[in-house]
């Protein structure tokens, strides 16, 4: 049974989403046999959770609800969410709570690296909550925290998954991008068109426009974005998007099936079957991104390790090709 509007944990009672307190609430649709998942709970995955919780780290695992927790943190793949675990969007998708986040925590840097040295990462996905509240959008702090990572884990590769900066001044962008991450990743989520009911934070040309300066700014660094499906759209808008996204030069796409977190969250129009899932990736294939993971679990930090060595690989292969 779905909680409608849970509470955040170790705290005292407070909604997660009180921007959703109002909202009507919508049956969560039972889910198929392909979208089942094994409860967490290997010897790995206690040890992943003891190092998060012994450096006071937050991960968005936990805070936005993924499926997938059970099997990333079994082999120590935890995605770190930096800048607090509370967000000022309220988006409608999202299980991260919504409200005034607290003031930064100079620390942070510092434990995240010596959270990934200690587990010995070859490869860290860094994502954080929206920080509309700071001049710069958290850019300063997305920043330092790659360097501390460098610094602490020299031969770790880093994935970022960042916030869309919207009306945040360009210069904030630039210092995240001159951090050098090896991929930026920026998620556009959705069709254009339900952007207003899904994303009403956010504006999908602004996003695009971050992808494109990533590029613009920093041609060999890898850029990478997603999106969720089951949401209403229709096959003919999931393609522009693609389309869009290869005009911005991102190199990798992700596109995986939309789980409604509570009653009040959007629901969710349809379960995509795996078959379309695979009809896009080969759409997308044809459309030139590098690397391609569509399907009902793929989540963005899923198998991010594996897919940077496809990255890789696939660079290499076009560029001896040309």
């Not at 800048?83 to 991260?96: D, K, L, P, Q, S």
């Not at 040309?205 to 700014?217: G, H, P, T």
């Not at 229709?234 to 522009?240: I, L």
């Not at 911005?248 to 959007?266: E, N, W």
Request: aromatic share 6%; hydrophobic share 40%.
């Amino acid at each position: 049974m779905a909680v409608v509007i849970d509470t955040v944990s170790g705290r005292a009672a407070r909604p997660r989403h009180p921007e959703k307190q109002n909202r009507p609430e919508t049956p969560i649709l039972r889910k198929p046999e392909w979208l089942r998942v094994r409860a967490p709970g290997s010897p790995g995955y206690n040890a992943t959770r003891d190092i998060v919780k012994g450096n006071g780290l937050v991960t968005v695992c936990e805070e936005a609800a993924c499926p997938n927790i059970g099997e990333c943190w079994s082999k120590s793949h935890a995605t770190m969410m930096i800048m607090g675990e509370i967000c000022t969007r309220a988006c409608a998708f999202c299980n991260v709570a919504t409200g005034k986040p607290n003031a930064l925590d100079p620390t942070e840097p510092a434990r995240v690296a010596d959270a990934v040295a200690k587990m010995g990462l070859k490869h860290v996905v860094i994502t954080s909550v929206d920080r509309d509240d700071l001049a710069d959008g958290g850019a300063a702090h997305f920043a330092a925290v790659v360097r501390a990572i460098r610094a602490a884990s020299p031969g770790t590769t880093v994935e970022i998954l960042t916030p869309d900066f919207l009306r945040k001044p360009v210069e904030a962008v630039h210092a995240v991008i001159d951090a050098r991450p090896d991929v930026f990743n920026h998620n556009l989520e959705t069709v254009p068109r339900l952007y207003l009911p899904i994303r009403p934070g956010a504006r999908y040309y602004n996003s695009l426009r971050l992808l494109e300066r990533v590029k613009e700014r920093d041609p060999g660094q890898f850029t990478k974005s997603g999106i969720m499906v089951g949401l209403g759209e229709a096959k003919e808008e999931v393609m522009q998007v693609m389309d869009d996204m290869r005009s911005a030069g991102v190199d990798f796409i992700t596109i995986g099936q939309y789980l409604q977190p509570t009653r009040r969250h959007a629901p969710i129009d349809r379960f995509v079957h795996p078959d379309e899932f695979r009809a896009y990736e080969e759409i997308a294939r044809a459309k030139g991104f590098l690397v391609v993971s569509a399907s009902p679990l793929t989540r963005s930090s899923h198998h991010a390790d594996e897919d940077f060595a496809r990255l890789q690989a696939a660079r290499r292969a076009r560029e001896a090709a040309a």
